[in-house]
Every structure is written in C-alpha cells, then in structure tokens.
C-alpha cells in the first residue's frame, strides 16, 4: 500500500449501466463501456455523503475513463508515488497486461506529446512510446511503455474519449517482457494523484 492509498479508506458500488451506454454513443468506445456497466467504483469516503452516491460520483461528462482494454490482463499495482531510482517518485500506476492489449484516451482532448522510444526525446529511456493526452479543462493524462501508436494518431491529433490510441508494450524501462501501461493522471494540469481515487475500476481488474 502506499502512503496515499493507507489514509483512505474505500467506498465500493455498484455503477449505472444506462447512464454509461448513453454518455458514450460512438462506436469506438462500445467495449470501455460495456466494461463499466459491469464496473465498481471507488472513490474516497472524505466527500459528503449525498456526494457518494453512484449516480453523481460517475459525473461521466467530465471524469476519466478506465484507460485499458480489460482483457485477457488486467492487474493494476497500486504503486503510485513509490520511491523510484534518482531520487524520483512514481508518478502514475502500473497496469499489468499482454503484449499489445488497446490502450484508449480517458477523455477528450489534444494529443500533446508524442515520445518514440529510442529517440532522443526528453526520458524517452525511461517512457519508451509514450502519449500525453490534455483536455480541455487543463487536466492531462500520460501513457508510458507502449509497444506503438494507432495508425494516424500524431502529436496535435484531436481524439475522442473511449478512442483507441495505442497499444501495451515493455518499451523504454519496462524491462523485456513485463508488458504494461504506466498511466498518469494530472488534474487541472497539476501534480499527478493517484488515478485509482478518481477512475471506475472495472470488475475484471485485480488491484494489489
Ligand atoms: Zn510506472
């Protein structure tokens, strides 16, 4: 457990399969919400209570979405701000899966940086491909490790929430193998949180 996540304690529930379908009508967003319809929700208990109702917490006009398609892997290690080398903090959380499982936007917004993996670009090393997708209201979400891009996606590219926009991979440190999405979620374009508080964790993902 890390720091963050041992001061909060939890509120699970059930999630509204009707509002999800109508909030996401395009077609490629058809799986992430199928996924929620079946999802729980986890959101911290330091909120009023009314607060805490399905219905309102969901808020799916403006909160993200799960970011990965949830099969055949789906294990999320709860390893946000865990010391990393160099002095550094983990940023974001790590979702374990198989090679090439949909990566897909949280939200809609701009495509603002693109890092290829063995560039020269600014922690390429470390980030392997990666994406960092801001919306409209600032708030910015990253995508680290990605074993390549959907085919006509570029830095400046306007996406969808729900679009698929990349694929899991071992780049840059991941280490050979170990495929998984490292994903970061930064609100109002500030210090990343732990995305786990503010996401709907669907109900095939394991956390640990
Ligand atoms: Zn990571």
Do not use: K
């Not at 720091?3 to 529930?13: D, Q, Y």
């Not at 490629?28 to 607060?51: E, G």
């Not at 799916?60 to 709860?78: A, H, K, S, V």
Request: aromatic content about 6%; glycine content about 12%; some cysteine.
């Amino acid at each position: 457990m890390t720091p963050n996540s041992s001061r909060t304690r939890f509120i699970v529930a059930t999630a509204l399969a009707g509002v999800a379908m109508l909030s996401w009508p395009d077609a490629s967003t058809r799986a992430s919400a199928t996924a929620a319809t079946t999802a729980i929700v986890v959101t911290p208990v330091n909120v009023p209570a009314d607060a805490a109702r399905p219905a309102q917490r969901l808020r799916l006009g403006d909160g993200p979405i799960f970011p990965m398609q949830t099969t055949p892997r789906c294990d999320i290690l709860d390893n946000f701000a865990d010391p990393r080398s160099g002095g550094r903090t983990h940023e974001g959380v790590d979702i374990l899966a198989t090679r090439d499982q949909e990566i897909y936007a949280v939200t809609d917004g701009t495509l603002t940086l693109q890092v290829l993996a063995g560039s020269s670009g600014a922690g390429a090393s470390l980030s392997g491909n990666l994406w960092t997708l801001t919306a409209p209201n600032g708030s910015y979400s990253v995508y680290a490790h990605l074993s390549g891009f959907a085919a006509g996606l570029s830095a400046g590219s306007v996406v969808r929430r729900g679009q698929l926009i990349g694929y899991v991979g071992d780049t840059g440190n991941a280490g050979p193998g170990n495929y998984h999405l490292h994903f970061e979620w930064h609100p109002g374009g500030g210090a990343a949180v732990n995305p786990l508080a503010v996401i709907v964790i669907p109900r095939e993902c394991a956390v640990y």
